[in-house]
């Protein structure tokens, strides 16, 4: 502390101010702080400062997108009254994209559809070519619905598309899938351009192998991914051709990318092991990680980010989520750890879906049909969930009239949020 009569320069003090706003638990703390006096709000919205803040807070759970709407965590949610800013400041019916602007969770030549949500990015596609009625090079948009920017992503070229044999429909008659994930290498992460590059990746599961292309915001250009082989992932297997779809959803973590793969209803039920495949967005390779042992093809899972840059994975049984890590801090032991069991209380619940930090799930009550002797389903009661892998705290976010949940949307109040297309 300085010493009576000593001065600090503008430039010390605003060191000291970073300093102590960094320690601040929560976003929502540092908006209360910036309102003080017009020194703590420079401070606290300078561009350089937001991207330390971000990079050591992660952003709230503010909602998730379903079929024609974005649901928003409503009180007593902990996030609830930045989803309420978010939701008056941005505009989530895509007005602002080239028509037409209605959108939904499932494929339609016409309409924008939501795919993959990544800091506070939305990518959608619409108007597909197609080969045998599948979903295979649709149009792309990535956009920042906050600030109501857009950018149209350049068709894949046709002497990649040439590669892609054979694709198999993954789920609502789509061949491929579409990921945001964020930039690589080639962007320092300290430089002020980190925050609104971002690259896209383009996925189709073959008969005989994997096919993928990235598309860079940096360069404007895609590349192809290195092809594997089935045979060349699933060893032991030989001539491996699959006819039906192995994964159809991606989960994203420390810069990876996860499927979990369903070796029973696909022809796999003899491999020995039980594996996910993964692509790491920084070295483009493909391989296989092995889940915990025991059984898992029928588990509903969430591939999450564990403390200390460990890997967590969350599986839901008997109404409980059970949550597993590899590798322990300070130790170089790949084996997967049963960190913590979370009950979950009554009703039937289903894992959504997971980013980063956070887990989605639905609970809906249960009946019993007489005629039939057996428990359904009152999805018209259903009600969803967030779960913090970091607190491992387990709030309800809103009642749902329907089944529909589609990606998880997590950002900063709009007071910290800078655009990020």
């Not at 990518?123 to 070519?129: E, N, Q, S, T």
């Not at 002497?159 to 930039?183: G, H, Q």
């Not at 009554?346 to 959504?352: F, K, T, Y």
């Not at 428990?375 to 309800?396: A, G, I, M, P």
């Given at each position: 502390?300085?010493?009576?009569?000593?001065?600090?320069?503008?430039?010390?003090?605003?060191?000291?101010?970073?300093?102590?706003?960094?320690?601040?638990?929560?976003?929502?703390?540092?908006?209360?702080?910036?309102?003080?006096?017009?020194?703590?709000?420079?401070?606290?919205?300078?561009?350089?400062?937001?991207?330390?803040?971000?990079?050591?807070?992660?952003?709230?759970?503010?909602?998730?997108?379903?079929?024609?709407?974005?649901?928003?965590?409503?009180?007593?949610?902990?996030?609830?009254?930045?989803?309420?800013?978010?939701?008056?400041?941005?505009?989530?019916?895509?007005?602002?994209?080239?028509?037409?602007?209605?959108?939904?969770?499932?494929?339609?030549?016409?309409?924008?559809?939501?795919?993959?949500?990544?800091?506070?990015?939305?990518?959608?596609?619409?108007?597909?070519?197609?080969?045998?009625?599948?979903?295979?090079?649709?149009?792309?948009?990535?956009?920042?619905?906050?600030?109501?920017?857009?950018?149209?992503?350049?068709?894949?070229?046709?002497?990649?598309?040439?590669?892609?044999?054979?694709?198999?429909?993954?789920?609502?008659?789509?061949?491929?899938?579409?990921?945001?994930?964020?930039?690589?290498?080639?962007?320092?992460?300290?430089?002020?351009?980190?925050?609104?590059?971002?690259?896209?990746?383009?996925?189709?599961?073959?008969?005989?192998?994997?096919?993928?292309?990235?598309?860079?915001?940096?360069?404007?250009?895609?590349?192809?991914?290195?092809?594997?082989?089935?045979?060349?992932?699933?060893?032991?297997?030989?001539?491996?051709?699959?006819?039906s779809a192995l994964f159809c959803q991606s989960h994203y973590a420390h810069g990876c990318l996860y499927w979990p793969m369903k070796g029973r209803e696909c022809g796999l039920k003899d491999y020995p092991r039980e594996v996910m495949l993964v692509l790491d967005t920084m070295t483009m390779e493909f391989t296989v990680a092995d889940y915990p042992p025991g059984r898992w093809r029928n588990r509903q899972i969430g591939v999450v980010e564990?403390?200390?840059?460990?890997?967590?994975?969350?599986?839901?049984?008997?109404?409980?989520?059970?949550?597993?890590?590899?590798?322990?801090?300070?130790?170089?032991?790949?084996?997967?750890?049963?960190?913590?069991?979370?009950?979950?209380?009554?009703?039937?619940?289903?894992?959504?879906?997971?980013?980063?930090?956070?887990?989605?799930?639905?609970?809906?009550?249960?009946?019993?049909?007489?005629?039939?002797?057996?428990?359904?389903?009152?999805?018209?009661?259903?009600?969803?969930?967030?779960?913090?892998?970091?607190?491992?705290?387990?709030?309800?976010?809103?009642?749902?009239?329907?089944?529909?949940?589609?990606?998880?949307?997590?950002?900063?109040?709009?007071?910290?949020?800078?655009?990020?297309?």
């Open positions: 502390m300085a010493s009576p009569g000593t001065s600090i320069t503008d430039d010390r003090l605003a060191v000291l101010l970073e300093e102590i706003f960094l320690r601040l638990p929560t976003a929502a703390d540092l908006v209360r702080a910036s309102a003080a006096c017009v020194p703590f709000r420079q401070v606290a919205t300078g561009g350089s400062f937001l991207r330390r803040f971000r990079r050591s807070h992660p952003p709230p759970f503010v909602g998730f997108m379903d079929w024609h709407s974005f649901s928003r965590a409503l009180p007593p949610h902990t996030s609830a009254p930045a989803a309420s800013a978010i939701v008056r400041a941005a505009d989530f019916t895509f007005s602002f994209l080239p028509s037409p602007t209605p959108y939904s969770l499932l494929p339609d030549p016409g309409l924008w559809s939501v795919r993959s949500i990544l800091n506070g990015r939305i990518l959608l596609d619409r108007g597909p070519k197609s080969e045998q009625g599948l979903v295979v090079f649709p149009l792309l948009v990535v956009c920042d619905p906050l600030h109501r920017h857009y950018r149209l992503i350049p068709p894949i070229p046709k002497d990649l598309t040439a590669s892609v044999k054979d694709p198999l429909e993954l789920i609502y008659k789509r061949s491929c899938e579409v990921i945001l994930v964020p930039p690589g290498k080639e962007v320092d992460e300290q430089k002020e351009d980190y925050e609104t590059s971002f690259r896209v990746i383009w996925m189709s599961q073959c008969k005989t192998n994997v096919v993928a292309f990235v598309y860079s915001s940096n360069t404007g250009n895609w590349q192809s991914i290195a092809s594997k082989g089935w045979s060349d992932l699933l060893p032991g297997v030989p001539a491996v051709q699959l006819n564990a403390g200390d840059a460990r890997l967590g994975l969350l599986t839901l049984s008997k109404g409980q989520v059970h949550f597993h890590v590899r590798g322990k801090a300070g130790e170089t032991s790949n084996d997967w750890h049963l960190e913590k069991t979370i009950p979950l209380g009554e009703g039937d619940h289903a894992i959504v879906r997971a980013t980063q930090r956070y887990l989605l799930l639905r609970r809906s009550d249960l009946r019993m049909d007489f005629r039939t002797f057996q428990l359904e389903r009152l999805f018209e009661k259903s009600e969803c969930f967030s779960l913090d892998v970091k607190t491992f705290q387990l709030e309800r976010v809103c009642e749902k009239s329907d089944v529909s949940c589609g990606p998880i949307y997590t950002n900063f109040p709009p007071s910290l949020s800078s655009r990020t297309v």
